[in-house]
């Protein structure tokens, strides 16, 4: 069955840096996107970008721009999403979900998340 | 940058009961690329409706949307014991994607 597998929780100190993998499988990764989103504690959700499989193309938004990196390796079908300078305010349930051939698309398989706790 | 607005914050109803839940937009969203997202405590959310109205694989014909330009509803015509969660209205029709701010529907 299609399914994303995401890394462990992480902790980090302020100004550090986190990279999250988020491994494909069950279908033909380079078919699709992989978007990238965030959950605060006890809040929203939040787009941080998408890149797609096929050519690595992205599409980062404005808030993260600077800070992120977004990457993928089809030869072991994984996403990578690499957050730097990191904030307290990047505590976070980081998801990466499967989104379309086009930067413009539902997402329509999630990963479980990642929690990311950054503090001192 | 579209903003979504979900109405009300919080419905609480009862199991069996209709629900009707709001996701207004401050400007048109493309091609109606607005999509409806379940979450549950402690997990990841669950794609429920794509398009406005196309439900995705596996959803429950309970689970319906509608709506076009800056209006869009999500309803759920009877309510089961496991459709107490949260509930996310997405738009994907511009950069960047949002989210509404969800709406949580609760036990009465």
């Known amino acids: 069955q299609v399914q994303l597998v995401q890394s462990g929780a992480e902790v980090k100190k302020p100004g550090a840096s986190v990279k999250v993998s988020c491994k494909a499988s069950g279908y033909t990764f380079t078919n699709y996107g992989i978007s990238w989103v965030r959950q605060a504690p006890g809040q929203g959700l939040e787009w941080m970008g998408w890149i797609s499989a096929y050519n690595g193309n992205t599409n980062y938004a404005q808030n993260v721009q600077g800070r992120v990196t977004m990457t993928t390796d089809t030869s072991t079908s994984t996403a990578y999403m690499e957050l730097r300078s990191l904030r307290s305010d990047d505590t976070a349930v980081y998801y990466c979900a499967r989104s379309g051939y086009g930067e413009y698309y539902y997402m329509d398989v999630w990963g479980k998340g990642t929690t990311v706790t950054v503090s001192s | 940058e579209i903003v979504l607005t979900q109405s009300p914050g919080t419905l609480s109803l009862s199991p069996g009961e209709r629900a009707t839940l709001s996701c207004r937009a401050s400007q048109s969203v493309s091609s109606s690329y607005l999509a409806w997202y379940q979450q549950k405590p402690g997990q990841a959310p669950r794609l429920l409706i794509y398009?406005?109205?196309s439900r995705a694989t596996g959803i429950p014909d309970r689970f319906s949307g509608s709506g076009s330009g800056t209006d869009f509803t999500l309803t759920i015509s009877r309510l089961e014991p496991e459709d107490f969660a949260v509930y996310h209205c997405q738009q994907y029709g511009s950069s960047p994607l949002t989210f509404g701010g969800g709406t949580k529907v609760e036990i009465k």
């Open positions: 398009g406005a109205s």
